[in-house]
């Protein structure tokens, strides 16, 4: 069975703070993805990343940046938490290729105040 | 115009019901199609892939439309349990990213 891991399910946080989303793969999958989720807005992809220390920008990496150093794991990195940084934040991962599916972890709840 | 793009819903059937979901796309370089479920505060989880032919997997029947740029999602005798927003996924050729729509919410009553 796939599992993605993330570290936290509520996180909350002060405007201003270096917010750390940690995401752990288990099934060797090359593709791992962060995505924030909004009412309305569906599910919007910030970053992902093809291998070990590559990342490619989503539809709105503003205001976050990621790392993967190793390929089993994908942290997204909030530099400087803001207010409307405020959401369900879902990684996934995906073997490479057009079918694959991508497998979600649970998701975390962060609240920026 | 958004890419994928769903009715909101909420689509309220009563147990037994037969409801279908469609879902557009606007990107005619999509080559792959998924449905998703998600449960109410849980990760989304593939439901069924959409192949050009359609497919069917138990109660639910998946439908692809190329010309019109339309998917479509039917099941048959609902129950309870088939309460939860469905989304529509497309991936785009030569990349592994999905695009998903923002979700057809269903709730199967008693």
């Known amino acids: 069975d796939v599992k993605v891991t993330q570290s936290s399910r509520y996180l909350v946080k002060r405007t201003g703070e270096k917010v750390f989303l940690e995401c752990v793969q288990d099934?060797?999958?090359?593709?791992m993805f962060w995505y924030r989720q909004d009412p309305g807005l569906g599910l919007r992809l910030i970053y992902f990343s093809y291998d070990v220390k590559m990342k490619e920008k989503g539809d709105i990496p503003e205001g976050y940046s990621v790392s993967r150093e190793k390929k089993e794991r994908f942290s997204l990195i909030l530099e400087s938490a803001s207010t409307n940084q405020t959401s369900m934040y879902l990684c996934?991962?995906?073997?490479?290729?057009?079918?694959?599916?991508?497998?979600f972890g649970a998701g975390t709840r962060l609240s920026v105040l | 115009r958004k890419e994928v793009e769903q009715d909101p819903g909420p689509f309220n059937v009563p147990e037994g019901a037969t409801v279908a979901f469609n879902c557009t796309y606007s990107?005619?370089?999509?080559?792959?199609f998924f449905w998703y479920r998600q449960d109410c505060r849980k990760e989304p989880k593939l439901l069924m892939s959409v192949y050009s032919s359609g497919n069917e997997d138990g109660r639910f029947t998946a439908q692809l439309n190329r010309a019109s740029q339309y998917i479509s999602l039917l099941i048959r005798d609902s129950k309870l349990s088939d309460s939860a927003t469905y989304l529509c996924v497309v991936n785009m050729r030569n990349t592994d990213k999905l695009i998903f729509g923002t979700g057809t919410r269903l709730q199967v009553f008693p």
């Open positions: 099934m060797d999958h090359e593709n």
């Open positions: 996934a991962s995906s073997f490479k290729g057009a079918r694959n599916i991508q497998y």
């Open positions: 990107n005619s370089a999509s080559q792959s």
